[in-house]
């Protein structure tokens, strides 16, 4: 019998459970208990507090997405340090707020790592006129819709309804357009898609684009509310996006954000019983 790409994920993420999934956290990393319903894991996943996340393939490419760094309360200090990560291929940046894309933060990196960059449009022009020596796949992957292969995974720019600009001083700085806000689709070596959502709130796209086209097995969605969506918006995603893993992101950097995944998982019962929560803390690391 033949198992479609979705099918063998679904088959093979479920016989984990929510118990399963559990399993797979500890202080820094473990690994499930192998059994012939699981798949080898090829992807780890670290969030890095807000909307930060490290991802790294079996085959080592190391992926950071929205890398707020210096001033993130909820940063692991290793990662302030210069080289702190070894190594970086690839960054992804949504847009462009201070608490997503700090310009202080994006020099370091590509001063350390010299990775590839994809950013929306505008956002591109505006690291490379900041950064000459950046390397902008403006001409690869430069506005939303378009699919690139970078590396051996395919990277996807899809719609998310919110602004965007840069404070390029701090929260208090002027603010700069650079572009409008983006989600991200990246499709792995084996076949599993991750979407991150990026700051959004509740859009059609969620169920017509993301669900019946893309189809992802994982949704990194922000739970916070205030400037995107909050706990129950998110479930009510995770219901039109019908993920198997939902990680929630962008809460308890600030007072005013919603402040523990309590009431998410409250509200996934009602609206996405079926989508298991890996939840994470910053510096911690899951395979899926």
């Given at each position: 019998?033949?198992?479609?790409?979705?099918?063998?994920?679904?088959?093979?993420?479920?016989?984990?459970?929510?118990?399963?999934?559990?399993?797979?956290?500890?202080?820094?990393?473990a690994?499930?208990?192998?059994?012939?319903a699981?798949?080898?894991?090829?992807?780890?996943?670290e969030?890095?507090?807000?909307g930060?996340?490290?991802?790294?393939?079996?085959?080592?490419?190391?992926?950071?997405?929205?890398?707020?760094?210096?001033?993130?309360?909820?940063?692991?200090?290793?990662?302030?340090?210069?080289?702190?990560?070894?190594?970086?291929?690839?960054?992804?940046?949504?847009?462009?707020?201070?608490?997503?894309?700090?310009?202080t933060?994006?020099?370091?990196l590509?001063?350390d790592?010299?990775?590839?960059?994809?950013?929306?449009?505008?956002?591109?022009?505006?690291?490379?006129?900041?950064?000459?020596?950046?390397?902008?796949?403006?001409?690869?992957?430069?506005?939303?819709?378009?699919?690139?292969?970078?590396d051996?995974?395919r990277?996807?720019?899809v719609?998310?309804?919110?602004?965007?600009?840069?404070?390029?001083?701090?929260?208090?700085?002027?603010?700069r357009?650079?572009?409008?806000?983006?989600?991200?689709?990246?499709?792995?070596?084996?076949?599993?898609?991750?979407?991150?959502?990026?700051?959004?709130?509740?859009?059609?796209?969620?169920?017509?684009?993301?669900?019946?086209y893309y189809?992802?097995?994982?949704?990194?969605?922000?739970?916070?509310?205030?400037?995107?969506?909050?706990p129950?918006?998110?479930?009510?995603?995770?219901?039109?996006?019908?993920?198997?893993?939902?990680?929630?992101?962008?809460?308890?950097?600030?007072?005013?954000?919603?402040?523990?995944?309590?009431?998410?998982?409250?509200?996934?019962?009602?609206?996405?019983?079926?989508?298991?929560?890996?939840?994470?803390?910053?510096?911690?690391?899951?395979?899926?």
């Open positions: 019998m033949t198992l479609s790409r979705r099918a063998f994920f679904r088959s093979a993420l479920g016989a984990a459970g929510i118990g399963g999934l559990g399993a797979l956290l500890g202080p820094a990393e690994t499930a208990a192998p059994s012939a699981t798949i080898t894991p090829e992807v780890k996943v969030w890095l507090g807000h930060s996340f490290l991802l790294e393939s079996r085959q080592g490419r190391r992926i950071l997405i929205d890398p707020w760094l210096s001033t993130n309360p909820m940063c692991p200090g290793r990662y302030r340090k210069n080289g702190g990560f070894g190594k970086v291929d690839l960054i992804l940046w949504t847009h462009g707020h201070v608490d997503h894309f700090m310009l933060d994006a020099k370091a590509v001063s790592y010299a990775p590839k960059i994809i950013a929306p449009w505008e956002l591109n022009f505006f690291i490379k006129s900041e950064i000459p020596e950046a390397d902008c796949g403006t001409f690869t992957l430069g506005n939303k819709g378009s699919s690139a292969d970078i051996g995974i990277v996807t720019m719609e998310a309804f919110h602004s965007a600009g840069a404070q390029l001083t701090g929260f208090e700085g002027t603010n357009f650079v572009g409008e806000a983006v989600g991200y689709i990246l499709e792995f070596e084996n076949g599993l898609r991750v979407y991150h959502a990026g700051d959004t709130s509740l859009m059609a796209d969620m169920k017509l684009v993301i669900a019946d189809k992802p097995d994982v949704a990194i969605l922000p739970i916070g509310g205030v400037f995107t969506m909050g129950e918006e998110a479930a009510y995603a995770c219901g039109m996006i019908r993920p198997r893993v939902v990680i929630p992101e962008h809460y308890g950097t600030f007072p005013v954000l919603e402040p523990d995944c309590e009431r998410f998982r409250k509200f996934i019962a009602q609206h996405a019983a079926e989508v298991s929560v890996l939840e994470l803390t910053p510096g911690q690391t899951a395979r899926i």
